[in-house]
């Protein structure tokens, strides 16, 4: 699994994937909080910085995934790790933490933007709160990554697993939003159990919401699990 | 060391391997011969643990493949028949990727330094792999294989792509390799596995039609030998005249290449040459050859003649390969 770990995340600094990711990410967080935050009447308030954010993930997450699986399928590479003394979900959560670490530090890099607030800011910005917000995007940002890693696992096509998973990711969020103009009371409480941004509300009031944590844990879990299906139902075919 | 039952292989109602079983002994070069979509690449993968099989089992060591899958996958290097290279990498990365990736325990340079001299990839080792020629990254992809010095090492088509100096380099490794390790390989060229393996297996159509001693095919065809001579003069009387020759054992006219002269495969007692009374004979009778050559027996007839394919028997012959 480690030998897998460093390996991905060296793939993604010797293809121009990696820096490609580091730059989108860090333009749309870039310009997300300077409209949010930074515009004449704004204050140090980042809900709709956080909110917004979690748009940029549905582009930017499929990024960091796409190659994860379908290349490794399309070049045969994959033969080379399915033959080796490693075992599946090893293989599997290997190339998800390769994939989480990269979301996870380019993300700590982005939280520079965040200095100017604490410099120039004329109330003081609530740091708890702040905190209780980064914690749940890097939790948001886990459940997107493993979904991108399971549609990945799908396709030998990278154009494929990135547009499938922003498909999926987009829905994810957008249920959450639509989900109140559903008239079937039913319907409406079963998608907002599965709406990844309703769990996410909590954090934004400073708590530490355990439930979400299991939650959002929960599906990694799910979508890794189902990867290692993917595999398993391949080689039994 | 390796013990295969029963190996079945089916996709919906496609047999691709039906029942194969066949053990292969310590320190044994195997070598699994047959015609492309024969299975071969399939019964690898199933050996390898790539794919499952539908029934039948692979033991490796008395490892079960699917059951006690890491210890047996521990022992085992595997090129598949693309090698599994990632561009990106250098040679040197690749091989400490793969290093790590079988858990080696032995000393990391040196053990991969004597790899990459073995493969002789020491001289692009610190070269990007999407740069490299096929013949190179062939190479890599038998290095990959060696790494962790697994006892058993399975090689998918190894020459395939190489120029004919990589071939016979490939091929002297390969016999480097059996002397302390168990091989199997599968080719579609004979000369490979008569030139490199201690025995032979031969699969057609996913079922093993023949499983024997590399002299043992060898010999048992051995018996006759045969030539293919040109003749011009009408067939009928040709033919009479040769099968009136000492000696002949067969004679039948196989072809008509230009206007006037015909084929016929001749085949003679052993240790009888009867060329220079055929010429006698034939120059007797007004009739010229305009051209000999000798048929050896060699693995291709076997191989023919155990497919039982006469058809594409002459066509090969033609454009018989000397890989």
């Given at each position: 699994m480690i030998a897998i770990f460093k390996r991905e995340m060296r793939a993604y600094f010797t293809s121009p994937l990696g820096y490609f990711f580091i730059a989108v990410f860090l333009i749309l967080n870039g310009a997300i909080f300077a409209f949010c935050t930074l515009q004449q009447g704004s204050d140090s308030n980042l809900s709709r910085y956080f909110t917004s954010i979690l748009f940029a993930f549905v582009i930017l997450i499929p990024l960091l995934t796409m190659r994860s699986f379908a290349e490794e399928r399309k070049a045969k590479t994959e033969q080379l790790l399915l033959t080796s003394p490693v075992t599946l979900p090893g293989m599997v959560c290997g190339k998800f933490f390769a994939s989480y670490a990269m979301f996870l530090m380019t993300l700590l890099v982005g939280l520079f933007d965040l200095y100017p607030l604490y410099k120039f800011s004329e109330d003081t910005p609530n740091t708890p709160r702040i905190i209780g917000y980064i914690i749940g995007i890097a939790l948001v940002g886990a459940a997107f990554v493993a979904v991108g890693i399971f549609i990945s696992s799908l396709t030998e096509n990278q154009l494929i697993a990135s547009l499938g998973t922003m498909a999926v990711l987009l829905l994810f969020l957008v249920t959450s939003f639509l989900n109140r103009y559903i008239p079937f009371p039913w319907l409406r409480s079963v998608l907002s159990w599965f709406s990844i941004y309703s769990r996410y509300g909590n954090f934004t009031y400073g708590y530490f919401d355990f439930a979400a944590i299991l939650y959002y844990a929960s599906i990694c879990f799910v979508f890794l699990f189902l990867t290692v299906r993917v595999y398993e139902k391949r080689r039994w075919s | 060391m390796i013990k295969i039952e029963h190996l079945v292989k089916r996709y919906g109602d496609k047999t691709v391997v039906n029942d194969i079983s066949f053990e292969v002994g310590d320190g044994e070069i195997v070598g699994f011969l047959g015609p492309n979509g024969a299975g071969k690449s399939t019964t690898m993968n199933m050996l390898t643990g790539y794919l499952s099989s539908t029934s039948g089992t692979v033991e490796i060591d008395g490892f079960d493949i699917l059951e006690n899958t890491l210890e047996a996958k521990k022992l085992i290097g595997y090129l598949p028949e693309q090698p599994p290279l990632y561009p990106e990498m250098t040679v040197e990365e690749y091989l400490n990727f793969v290093y790590d990736l079988k858990r080696c325990k032995l000393n990391r340079e040196k053990h991969l330094a004597e790899i990459a001299e073995v493969c002789k990839i020491d001289d692009v080792y610190k070269r990007v792999i999407g740069n490299l020629s096929k013949g190179y990254k062939q190479r890599v992809g038998i290095a990959q294989a060696l790494v962790s010095n697994p006892r058993v090492i399975i090689l998918d088509?190894?020459?395939?792509?190489?120029?004919p100096k990589q071939i016979v380099e490939i091929r002297n490794l390969i016999r480097t390799l059996g002397l302390d390790h168990t091989v199997i390989l599968s080719t579609h060229i004979l000369s490979e596995v008569q030139s490199v393996c201690d025995r032979i297996v031969i699969i057609n159509k996913g079922k093993i039609v023949a499983d024997k001693r590399t002299e043992e095919i060898a010999t048992a065809v051995e018996g006759n030998r045969r030539m293919s001579v040109r003749i011009c003069g009408p067939q009928k009387d040709v033919l009479t005249a040769i099968r009136s020759l000492d000696g002949v054992y067969a004679a039948e006219a196989v072809g008509q290449q230009d206007m006037d002269s015909i084929t016929y495969v001749i085949e003679t007692s052993e240790g009888l040459d009867i060329r220079k009374p055929l010429f006698h004979l034939m120059a007797s009778n007004g009739w010229p050859i305009i051209g000999i050559e000798a048929m050896g027996a060699n693995l291709e007839d076997v191989f023919l003649t155990l497919l039982g394919d006469t058809g594409s028997k002459k066509k090969k012959k033609s454009g018989k390969k000397e890989g």
């Amino acid at each position: 699994m480690i030998a897998i770990f460093k390996r991905e995340m060296r793939a993604y600094f010797t293809s121009p994937l990696g820096y490609f990711f580091i730059a989108v990410f860090l333009i749309l967080n870039g310009a997300i909080f300077a409209f949010c935050t930074l515009q004449q009447g704004s204050d140090s308030n980042l809900s709709r910085y956080f909110t917004s954010i979690l748009f940029a993930f549905v582009i930017l997450i499929p990024l960091l995934t796409m190659r994860s699986f379908a290349e490794e399928r399309k070049a045969k590479t994959e033969q080379l790790l399915l033959t080796s003394p490693v075992t599946l979900p090893g293989m599997v959560c290997g190339k998800f933490f390769a994939s989480y670490a990269m979301f996870l530090m380019t993300l700590l890099v982005g939280l520079f933007d965040l200095y100017p607030l604490y410099k120039f800011s004329e109330d003081t910005p609530n740091t708890p709160r702040i905190i209780g917000y980064i914690i749940g995007i890097a939790l948001v940002g886990a459940a997107f990554v493993a979904v991108g890693i399971f549609i990945s696992s799908l396709t030998e096509n990278q154009l494929i697993a990135s547009l499938g998973t922003m498909a999926v990711l987009l829905l994810f969020l957008v249920t959450s939003f639509l989900n109140r103009y559903i008239p079937f009371p039913w319907l409406r409480s079963v998608l907002s159990w599965f709406s990844i941004y309703s769990r996410y509300g909590n954090f934004t009031y400073g708590y530490f919401d355990f439930a979400a944590i299991l939650y959002y844990a929960s599906i990694c879990f799910v979508f890794l699990f189902l990867t290692v299906r993917v595999y398993e139902k391949r080689r039994w075919s | 060391m390796i013990k295969i039952e029963h190996l079945v292989k089916r996709y919906g109602d496609k047999t691709v391997v039906n029942d194969i079983s066949f053990e292969v002994g310590d320190g044994e070069i195997v070598g699994f011969l047959g015609p492309n979509g024969a299975g071969k690449s399939t019964t690898m993968n199933m050996l390898t643990g790539y794919l499952s099989s539908t029934s039948g089992t692979v033991e490796i060591d008395g490892f079960d493949i699917l059951e006690n899958t890491l210890e047996a996958k521990k022992l085992i290097g595997y090129l598949p028949e693309q090698p599994p290279l990632y561009p990106e990498m250098t040679v040197e990365e690749y091989l400490n990727f793969v290093y790590d990736l079988k858990r080696c325990k032995l000393n990391r340079e040196k053990h991969l330094a004597e790899i990459a001299e073995v493969c002789k990839i020491d001289d692009v080792y610190k070269r990007v792999i999407g740069n490299l020629s096929k013949g190179y990254k062939q190479r890599v992809g038998i290095a990959q294989a060696l790494v962790s010095n697994p006892r058993v090492i399975i090689l998918d088509e190894p020459t395939v792509g190489l120029d004919p100096k990589q071939i016979v380099e490939i091929r002297n490794l390969i016999r480097t390799l059996g002397l302390d390790h168990t091989v199997i390989l599968s080719t579609h060229i004979l000369s490979e596995v008569q030139s490199v393996c201690d025995r032979i297996v031969i699969i057609n159509k996913g079922k093993i039609v023949a499983d024997k001693r590399t002299e043992e095919i060898a010999t048992a065809v051995e018996g006759n030998r045969r030539m293919s001579v040109r003749i011009c003069g009408p067939q009928k009387d040709v033919l009479t005249a040769i099968r009136s020759l000492d000696g002949v054992y067969a004679a039948e006219a196989v072809g008509q290449q230009d206007m006037d002269s015909i084929t016929y495969v001749i085949e003679t007692s052993e240790g009888l040459d009867i060329r220079k009374p055929l010429f006698h004979l034939m120059a007797s009778n007004g009739w010229p050859i305009i051209g000999i050559e000798a048929m050896g027996a060699n693995l291709e007839d076997v191989f023919l003649t155990l497919l039982g394919d006469t058809g594409s028997k002459k066509k090969k012959k033609s454009g018989k390969k000397e890989g």
